[in-house]
């Protein structure tokens, strides 16, 4: 009862019009970034998180995390249609979503990743209501030797979703190894293969090396076949799915859902993780893998949910535990930070000024709110706190 009574009460505080208005102004902030190859849900909260310190800290949280749901459904757009991810979690959304597209079923494709999205929020957001603290507990189980047969898993579900020749594909994977292994190492500081070059010491970006392999060459083939071209002439139409649609899909969002949302509590999963081990499932236990990467509607339904529900899953070990699952939850969990409120195992039953914003600034600071000098304001801290990071910055005296 205590968590439906929260799940009421945080509906109390979401449903006013300014927290309304961020909702809807993060998704779509985020729908656009996601559609922007290149830019992707770090560099959206990066550059709009200032914008966020003259919010309350409700409305701050709002807005980044609609931004960061918002840019896991918008990268499949361009996936669907140009073969271009937006974001590295829609890579696998082009294997069957474009396909999907050439065959005049652009609008199945982007309808049912727009309600496998939906679906897999819905049901991620609902278990972290109700069970966030049980997870909590069993996440933090998870140490080097768990990662380690989690990365595993990953790599052999690579070498199973390969179509070609087995051994150009294991070369391939040992050709991310060695890209991936540019950088400081993270154990001893050292730098490895850097040649002395200041701009590789922080290592490939994951997201730069995706548009290069997808987006380039899908430039460069549609610069040869430009006049056989028809997908931009041709108009989206059956937006909605069909009954066999529906048929072949509500089975990978459910597994989708459920398999991104643990994989999101992983420290490393994340919603990149989630989409190749969900379209690596549906692959491998699908009644028809040959049609996979042929325009299988499973190969869209399933990622696109894995990627949403990772991204509730990864808010979990933010907020129980302060630990950050991937870059974009630490942008989060910095967030918190600047607004006052510090995320912990006693977030939720002392830290409750993000459920209750209307109270006054006495009862919080005798609850553990986010003031902790008499005298001073929520504000005051919250300035304080940005002026202590700009001085630290070297951007003040």
């Given at each position: 009862?205590?968590?439906v009574r929260?799940?009421?009460?945080g509906?109390g505080?979401?449903?006013?019009?300014?927290?309304?208005?961020?909702?809807?102004l993060?998704?779509?902030i985020?729908?656009?970034?996601?559609v922007l190859?290149?830019?992707?849900?770090?560099?959206?909260?990066?550059?709009l998180?200032?914008i966020?310190?003259?919010?309350?800290?409700?409305g701050?949280?709002?807005?980044?995390?609609s931004?960061?749901?918002?840019?896991?459904y918008g990268?499949?757009?361009t996936?669907i249609?140009?073969?271009?991810?937006g974001?590295?979690a829609?890579v696998?959304?082009c294997?069957?979503?474009?396909q999907?597209?050439?065959?005049?079923?652009a609008?199945?494709?982007?309808?049912?990743?727009?309600?496998g999205?939906?679906?897999?929020?819905t049901?991620?957001v609902?278990?972290?209501?109700?069970?966030a603290?049980?997870?909590?507990?069993?996440?933090?189980?998870f140490?080097?030797?768990?990662n380690?047969?989690?990365?595993?898993l990953g790599?052999?579900?690579t070498?199973?979703?390969?179509?070609g020749?087995p051994?150009?594909?294991?070369?391939?994977?040992?050709l991310?190894?060695?890209?991936a292994a540019?950088g400081i190492?993270?154990?001893?500081?050292?730098?490895r293969?850097t040649f002395?070059?200041?701009?590789?010491?922080?290592?490939?970006?994951?997201?730069?090396?995706v548009?290069?392999?997808?987006?380039?060459?899908?430039?460069l083939?549609n610069?040869?076949?430009v006049?056989?071209?028809t997908?931009?002439a041709?108009?989206?139409?059956?937006l909605w799915p069909?009954?066999?649609d529906?048929?072949?899909?509500?089975?990978p969002m459910?597994?989708g859902?459920?398999?991104?949302f643990l994989?999101?509590?992983?420290p490393?999963?994340?919603p990149?993780?989630?989409?190749?081990?969900?379209?690596?499932?549906e692959?491998r236990?699908?009644a028809h893998p040959?049609?996979?990467g042929?325009?299988?509607?499973?190969?869209?339904?399933?990622?696109?949910?894995?990627?949403?529900a990772?991204?509730?899953?990864?808010?979990i070990?933010v907020?129980?535990l302060?630990i950050?699952?991937n870059?974009?939850?630490a942008?989060?969990?910095?967030?918190l930070?600047i607004?006052?409120v510090?995320?912990?195992p006693?977030?939720?039953?002392?830290?409750?000024?993000?459920a209750?914003?209307?109270?006054?600034y006495?009862?919080?600071r005798?609850?553990?709110?986010q003031a902790?000098?008499?005298?001073?304001?929520?504000r005051?801290?919250?300035?304080e706190?940005r002026?202590?990071?700009?001085?630290?910055w070297g951007?003040?005296?």
């Amino acid at each position: 009862m205590e968590a439906v009574r929260g799940l009421f009460t945080g509906f109390g505080v979401i449903l006013t019009l300014d927290n309304l208005l961020f909702c809807f102004l993060g998704s779509l902030i985020g729908t656009l970034v996601g559609v922007l190859p290149g830019v992707g849900p770090l560099a959206a909260l990066a550059l709009l998180l200032p914008i966020t310190f003259t919010m309350t800290p409700v409305g701050g949280m709002v807005m980044l995390a609609s931004i960061f749901y918002g840019a896991m459904y918008g990268g499949s757009t361009t996936s669907i249609l140009l073969n271009i991810p937006g974001e590295a979690a829609s890579v696998v959304t082009c294997l069957d979503g474009h396909q999907m597209a050439k065959q005049g079923r652009a609008g199945a494709a982007l309808g049912i990743a727009a309600i496998g999205s939906f679906v897999a929020g819905t049901l991620g957001v609902i278990v972290m209501t109700f069970f966030a603290p049980t997870i909590a507990t069993v996440a933090i189980r998870f140490g080097p030797p768990e990662n380690f047969a989690l990365m595993v898993l990953g790599i052999v579900c690579t070498l199973f979703m390969i179509t070609g020749s087995p051994v150009k594909g294991a070369l391939m994977v040992a050709l991310g190894f060695l890209t991936a292994a540019v950088g400081i190492d993270v154990v001893n500081g050292r730098e490895r293969f850097t040649f002395g070059s200041v701009d590789l010491s922080a290592g490939i970006e994951l997201l730069a090396v995706v548009i290069g392999l997808f987006g380039v060459t899908e430039v460069l083939n549609n610069v040869e076949r430009v006049v056989k071209s028809t997908l931009v002439a041709e108009r989206i139409r059956g937006l909605w799915p069909t009954l066999a649609d529906w048929r072949a899909s509500w089975r990978p969002m459910l597994r989708g859902s459920g398999l991104g949302f643990l994989l999101g509590l992983v420290p490393g999963g994340g919603p990149v993780t989630a989409s190749f081990m969900s379209y690596a499932v549906e692959k491998r236990i699908s009644a028809h893998p040959d049609g996979f990467g042929k325009g299988a509607i499973e190969g869209v339904a399933g990622p696109e949910s894995a990627n949403n529900a990772a991204v509730a899953g990864s808010i979990i070990p933010v907020l129980s535990l302060g630990i950050p699952s991937n870059a974009v939850t630490a942008l989060l969990l910095g967030a918190l930070v600047i607004h006052g409120v510090q995320p912990g195992p006693l977030f939720i039953t002392q830290r409750d000024l993000l459920a209750r914003p209307t109270k006054t600034y006495k009862n919080q600071r005798n609850s553990g709110g986010q003031a902790d000098r008499p005298g001073m304001s929520p504000r005051r801290v919250r300035k304080e706190a940005r002026t202590r990071i700009l001085r630290a910055w070297g951007r003040l005296p």
